[in-house]
């Protein structure tokens, strides 16, 4: 008999009745919000906004690297960065409720941020520049570090373990991990000992929300220690004079606040590289999740390792080249 699902056992009077432990009236309304590797539902309160409640994946994090990104929110709160923190209640900031751990968090609206707009991209620039200021202040105890092996090696090596590649397909993806591996390797060293500091480490177009008065940065579940240059990547998109376009303009506002090393843009196709290979291992590792099947329905099929193949093949020729023109 298989095991229950982690979440199985979450329901919404379990939902309910933990928020209502914290000390508030819920209303009955729960709207589920799209999250996979956490649950987060808004959940209505009595006379009052509602409230964002997000519950974490048992066996994820321990309590102590939770809590340290609450810190690091907390902190970048404090220093008026625009970040959404949680909520402070009795004290504690992670709560738990018949073996599941969560934080409510307020409830911040917004749009999804116009990353063609330089204006846009160099008002982000400037956020980043100043959470990467307060990143610097002092360091992670319990978070892990961005790093090959862990984004990498243990990925590749898991799925070669698990079974879950066509037969066809495990000789050619089996050589071109290794050699995207070695060739994430040669980029690193090329960059040398770059500055390492507390990140936002997931910031993407989908964890910023814009309003009029600019941007504010949600979910730091992904907080880790690295160079900056991971906060700053995943903004960027299209060809490589578009990209050059967009990491100037990101720049830009950033060094207003932080000085950037430009040894670090021979990272940015290797970090990269290390996320589509984690992102790979991370859909097989919770493809016994329900959610997961129907929100990636073109996962594990052999059009997806096929292309999967293709892109680490694409990676190598793009690592290889010189790295990226800055236009300031």
Not at 199 to 212: P, Q, S, V
Request: aromatic letters at 10%.
């Amino acid at each position: 008999m298989s095991e229950p699902h982690p979440y199985a056992g979450l329901r919404p009077e379990l939902i309910l009745d933990a928020v209502e432990s914290c000390g508030m009236r819920c209303d009955g309304r729960l709207l589920a919000l799209n999250s996979y590797e956490n649950r987060v539902w808004q959940i209505g309160i009595e006379d009052a906004a509602p409230v964002i409640a997000k519950f974490y994946r048992p066996a994820r994090w321990t309590d102590a690297q939770i809590l340290e990104e609450h810190g690091f929110a907390r902190e970048l709160a404090q220093a008026e960065v625009p970040v959404v923190a949680p909520l402070e209640l009795a004290g504690a900031t992670l709560h738990a409720h018949r073996g599941f751990r969560f934080a409510l968090y307020p409830r911040r609206g917004g749009r999804a941020p116009e990353l063609e707009d330089p204006e846009v991209l160099e008002w982000i620039g400037r956020f980043l520049g100043r959470i990467h200021t307060v990143g610097r202040a002092k360091d992670f105890s319990h978070r892990p570090a961005l790093d090959i092996e862990s984004l990498g090696v243990e990925p590749r090596e898991f799925l070669l373990g698990i079974g879950f590649l066509p037969p066809d397909l495990v000789d050619p993806y089996r050589s071109v991990s290794v050699m995207a591996i070695e060739t994430v390797r040669a980029a690193f060293s090329r960059a040398g000992e770059v500055r390492q500091l507390r990140l936002h480490g997931d910031c993407h177009a989908g964890n910023i929300l814009w309003t009029d008065d600019g941007p504010h940065f949600v979910d730091l579940d992904d907080a880790r220690t690295g160079p900056a240059v991971q906060d700053l990547w995943m903004l960027l998109s299209g060809d490589r004079a578009a990209v050059s376009r967009q990491l100037s303009d990101v720049l830009a506002g950033y060094e207003d606040f932080a000085e950037f090393d430009t040894r670090e843009l021979q990272l940015v196709e290797a970090l990269r590289t290390l996320r589509i290979m984690h992102y790979a291992a991370w859909l097989a590792r919770r493809w016994d999740d329900p959610a997961f099947p129907c929100a990636f329905p073109w996962f594990n099929t052999q059009r997806y390792w096929e292309e999967h193949i293709l892109q680490l093949r694409e990676q190598i020729a793009a690592m290889s080249e010189p790295p990226l023109p800055l236009l300031y």
